[in-house]
């Protein structure tokens, strides 16, 4: 009896047998797939989606972590850092579901295959607690290919929508040499990275200078749709007078929804720098005599302001002489004029001085 006794309490004391994520997968309790979106008629530069679905009927009990793989000619990228959770019914039993989603922006046309990718999941299963492993979604295939009308196309945007503007910082009808214009290009698109839209090219002429700015690149994420946006600026400063043309350009967008080439274009622009005084006009200025009349008066003002200097000095020089002060004051240097030369003079009349010989 007691040994029945100890072997009931050692089963009910044993810890939960562990399991492997690979095991909860073979028993149909953890599932992964893969799927591309859109399917079909995908051209190079075209954003395509990849999502991985994660399922099970217990619970995730941690973050899911994603590893992104690496193929040549993709550029593959996780944009959002969650996934999208959801709930299902399958056979009677909910599954909870984690759906993962990569950005996929095929180079170049041809065929592609994405191996597996890793994610590294918590599960906590009823009897085993939380398993712990890596999953490895199937491998996907695709073809990506150059429609006729894109085969002469150099660069173009692959996208739902796209639209380029511009505008400058001031008119363009009042310029002189000297002025500075800022031009302004904005490109936006959906579905895209702002990396991948198009630049403007900086004009360049004689007599014309361009100053590039580094461009402004956006990227952002709305209820599942993303926008980019470049923005360029360029300063022209005009050195000279004459006619500028900032050319015509255009821009090709392979529109993904109506699968069709279509084109964007910024107009040309014309505008005309000159000196509103004229071309001599400064030096016929600097050249030009003046009129007889203004030559004649400068010597009779000159004159006039020398005679009024002049009988100022006198007047300051009679009204000096004649203060009290100054009387007093050449008075004593009279006197003391007049002491110096008495004591120049002998002191003994000349005939009873003896070194006097005018007595003789």
């Not at 630049?199 to 980019?228: C, D, F, I, M, W």
Request: net charge negative; charged share 20%.
């Amino acid at each position: 009896m007691r040994f029945w006794l100890l072997l009931a309490l050692l089963l009910i004391t044993t810890p939960a047998i562990s399991k492997t994520v690979a095991e909860l997968e073979r028993a149909g309790h953890l599932q992964i797939s893969s799927s591309l979106l859109p399917g079909g008629n995908i051209v190079p530069g075209q954003k395509i989606e990849l999502a991985i679905d994660i399922a099970t009927n217990r619970w995730f009990a941690g973050g899911t972590r994603i590893r992104l793989p690496e193929v040549a000619g993709l550029v593959i990228l996780q944009t959002n850092s969650f996934a999208s959770n959801s709930t299902e019914q399958r056979q009677g039993q909910t599954w909870v579901v984690q759906r993962w989603t990569l950005d996929v922006f095929p180079q170049r046309s041809g065929e592609f295959s994405i191996p597996s990718v890793s994610a590294a999941v918590e599960v906590n299963d009823e009897s085993a607690g939380v398993v712990t492993g890596t999953l490895h979604s199937p491998a996907i295939q695709f073809h990506v290919k150059l429609p006729e009308t894109l085969a002469e196309v150099e660069h173009w945007v692959a996208a739902p929508t796209f639209a380029v503007t511009q505008r400058f910082d001031r008119a363009l009808d009042t310029l002189q040499p000297g002025d500075a214009i800022l031009r302004e290009v904005v490109f936006e698109a959906t579905e895209v990275m702002a990396m991948m839209l198009p630049h403007l090219e900086t004009q360049k002429g004689e007599g014309l200078v361009a100053y590039p700015q580094a461009p402004v690149l956006t990227n952002n994420s709305n209820r599942g749709t993303t926008t980019a946006q470049r923005v360029d600026k360029i300063t022209y400063i005009a050195e000279q007078e004459g006619r500028y043309i900032l050319p015509a350009q255009t821009y090709y967008w392979w529109d993904t929804q109506a699968n069709k080439l279509r084109t964007q274009s910024l107009p040309e622009v014309e505008f005309l720098v000159e000196n509103p005084l004229g071309e001599n006009a400064p030096t016929q200025a600097a050249d030009k005599e003046p009129p007889p009349e203004s030559t004649n008066l400068i010597p009779l003002m000159i004159g006039a302001v020398l005679l009024i200097l002049c009988a100022l000095t006198l007047w300051l020089g009679y009204r000096v002489v004649k203060s009290p002060r100054t009387t007093h004051l050449i008075a004593a240097v009279k006197k003391s004029w007049r002491a110096l030369l008495a004591l120049t003079q002998p002191a003994l009349p000349k005939a009873l001085n003896p070194d006097n010989s005018a007595g003789e």
